[in-house]
């Protein structure tokens, strides 16, 4: 089943303040534009570029040019740093998508006065 708007929204506002997903950002461009220390903003920025991009971007190509557009207005950085980046953005998107869904289903189950199927099983 598809993810509704809403459940879509919970799962973007869950990456947009992943604090974990926004430091190894930062770390990862601090890196590889050897800057002092990390930048957090820097790395939640990158967060958001991702996810606009995602939102934005039609097909892999389209959204993988998006984020490297975005990017390059606040660093220069190579298409294979970005891709990296926009990569982790989009696996954390999957996985608080997935969060989201089971949430759904645990809660439908519970309201139903049963217990919610173990995935997998």
């Known amino acids: 089943m598809a993810a509704s708007s809403l459940e879509q929204r919970k799962a973007?506002?869950?990456v947009t303040t992943d604090a974990a997903l926004a430091e190894a950002l930062a770390t990862e461009l601090a890196r590889a534009l050897q800057l002092p220390g990390t930048n957090r903003t820097?790395?939640?920025t990158f967060v958001r570029f991702g996810l606009a991009a995602l939102r934005e971007?039609?097909?892999d190509a389209d959204v993988e040019r998006l984020f490297l557009t975005k990017a390059r207005t606040l660093a220069s950085i190579?298409?294979?740093l970005a891709s990296a980046l926009l990569h982790r953005v989009k696996e954390r998107l999957r996985n608080a998508t997935l969060q989201?869904?089971?949430e759904r289903d645990e809660a439908k189950a519970s309201a139903a006065g049963g217990a919610?199927?173990?995935a997998g099983f």
């Open 12 to 14: 973007v506002e869950r």
């Open 42 to 44: 820097l790395g939640r």
């Open 57 to 59: 971007g039609d097909g």
């Open 78 to 80: 190579r298409p294979e």
């Open 100 to 102: 989201v869904a089971a």
């Open 116 to 118: 919610a199927p173990i």
